[in-house]
């Protein structure tokens, strides 16, 4: 299986298509999605607009590009407890477009730690995505570290299962900062612990994968470079050596949200070209 977002246009919605080989993909459908016109199962039956209570009279089509007040985005997804666990960015549109936060410029937020303070979302299905329910926020917009740091915000999760626990790696709104969630039982925070606590470097969309005791992390470097990063243990993220650029970026050439999976030894690469919305890159 392999879950993709719809964008820019669409944000709302996580698509899914199966593969046995990885190669011939059937066609794309939408699975989950969060609309105020679409019945979503919420925690406790709770409505659309008690979650989400911010923005929530704006409605899709007031938002430019005809985008929700919520949108999802950065779908992984794992199985645990014989469940699909799925785990997405958060964003609550009125930071971006009521002005009470900032504004746009050149369609880019003018203050990101506020306008891009997401908040990591969680699903489950146990019909394998033809039905889901949400959870909740797992990790909150201003969520503390285990030194009691506040965090500005949790974007693009990467879930990796680690024995009765649910590891969520993500990156801060600047892209500056990378951290570790420990989810025990996949839903119940028990710490967050950032990586490489001196390093700044700009590192966004980690995706993670375990390869017997080895952490294989892909990420976005500041060009929108696709860049392979091993490490053992979590106290060397950043630190080990060396760091290899698997997809260069170029000027007006981007590679944003890397996903990889390994499969009989191989390593799969997925991602796509800034601006082609239509088009997967799978290298093997």
């Not at 820019?8 to 990885?22: F, H, I, K, M, Y």
């Not at 260069?248 to 191989?266: D, E, M, Y």
Request: net charge neutral; glycine share 8%.
């Amino acid at each position: 299986n392999a879950a993709r977002q719809r964008f820019p246009a669409s944000q709302e919605e996580v698509w899914v298509a199966n593969s046995s080989d990885l190669k011939s993909w059937s066609q794309f459908a939408p699975s989950l999605t969060i609309l105020p016109e679409t019945p979503v199962v919420f925690k406790n039956s709770s409505s659309y607009k008690t979650v989400f209570p911010n923005g929530f009279k704006a409605g899709c089509a007031a938002l430019p590009g005809s985008q929700c007040n919520v949108q999802i985005n950065d779908p992984s997804a794992v199985r645990f407890n014989n469940t699909t666990y799925l785990y997405f960015s958060i964003l609550e549109n009125y930071r971006w477009y009521d002005g009470s936060m900032g504004s746009l410029v050149g369609g880019n937020p003018n203050t990101p730690s506020e306008q891009n303070r997401h908040s990591i979302g969680l699903a489950v299905s146990s019909d394998d995505g033809k039905n889901w329910a949400f959870v909740g926020k797992v990790i909150v917009e201003d969520a503390r570290d285990d030194e009691g740091n506040v965090i500005l915000g949790a974007w693009a999760p990467s879930a990796v299962v680690n024995g009765e626990r649910v590891e969520v790696f993500f990156h801060d709104a600047l892209g500056t900062k990378q951290y570790v969630a420990s989810l025990k039982g996949g839903t119940s925070l028990e710490k967050i612990t950032r990586l490489n606590k001196k390093d700044s470097t700009y590192r966004t969309n980690l995706d993670v994968v375990r390869d017997g005791n080895r952490y294989i992390v892909l990420y976005n470097d500041s060009n929108f470079s696709i860049v392979e990063h091993v490490f053992t243990s979590i106290a060397d993220f950043g630190v080990t050596c060396p760091n290899k650029t698997v997809v260069p970026a170029s000027a007006g050439v981007l590679w944003p949200t890397p996903h990889q999976i390994i499969v009989n030894g191989k390593s799969h690469l997925f991602f796509w070209k800034l601006g082609e919305i239509n088009t997967i890159h799978h290298w093997v």
